[in-house]
């Protein structure tokens, strides 16, 4: 939580996202998925999604992530799961690849289904663990 005054003197509470300051890492990620798998691919904060690559995805960039992927996330683990991407969404999730940083969960790497599945797995969650190496 970040704490400002405007210029007005009223107190302004700013919710913080480390991964969410970490754009340029999460964008080259996030287009590294989609370009080297064939899988629409968003990365989230805790609440949104914070970058994204693949058919339509941009638009989907700032949207709050559903209340499933909040569920896989708190259990700290990976999924294979169809679920909705965002609220008011079409968009349906191939895996969820949670980002964990000392035992908190800061996010998740979340894909479509791959074109090419060899690899894909364990290139998800090596990209896992740099993000939340990245969050030190």
Not at 1 to 9: A, H, L, P, V, Y
Not at 35 to 43: D, L, R, Y
Not at 109 to 129: A, N, Q, R
Request: aromatic share 8%; net charge negative.
């Amino acid at each position: 939580m970040e704490i400002f005054t405007n210029t007005d003197g009223s107190v302004v509470f700013k919710k913080y996202s480390q991964l969410g300051e970490m754009e340029n890492y999460t964008d080259a990620f996030a287009k590294s998925i989609f370009t080297s798998f064939g899988a629409w691919c968003a990365i989230t904060d805790l609440d949104k999604i914070i970058s994204a690559s693949g058919s339509k995805m941009k638009e989907l960039i700032g949207k709050n992530i559903s209340e499933e992927i909040k569920d896989v996330m708190e259990k700290r683990a990976e999924k294979e799961a169809e679920v909705p991407l965002c609220e008011n969404c079409d968009k349906m999730t191939s895996y969820i690849f949670p980002i964990v940083h000392g035992g908190d969960v800061c996010g998740a790497i979340v894909t479509g289904k791959p074109g090419e599945t060899e690899g894909f797995l364990l290139c998800m969650k090596t990209f896992s663990e740099i993000l939340s190496s990245m969050q030190e």
